[in-house]
């Protein structure tokens, strides 16, 4: 089970590509302010072999 990041990390987004080289590295988890930029996030976990998240989203298109 991953961490979150700890507080606060959602007032230090940046989209600064020289901040963003020099701070992610290869394996991080990483995540986007959907709300600061306009994205909608969609997380298919896989839960189990019924619940197959990316199986489920693949039926709605």
Not at 20 to 43: E, F, P, Q, R, Y
Request: aromatic share 4%.
């Amino acid at each position: 089970m991953r961490s979150p990041a700890g507080p606060g990390w959602q007032h230090a987004a940046t989209t600064a590509p020289d901040m963003l080289a020099t701070t992610w590295h290869a394996g991080d988890n990483i995540g986007v302010g959907c709300w600061k930029s306009g994205m909608l996030g969609v997380d298919p976990d896989v839960r189990d072999e019924v619940s197959h998240g990316p199986n489920e989203l693949s039926l709605l298109t």
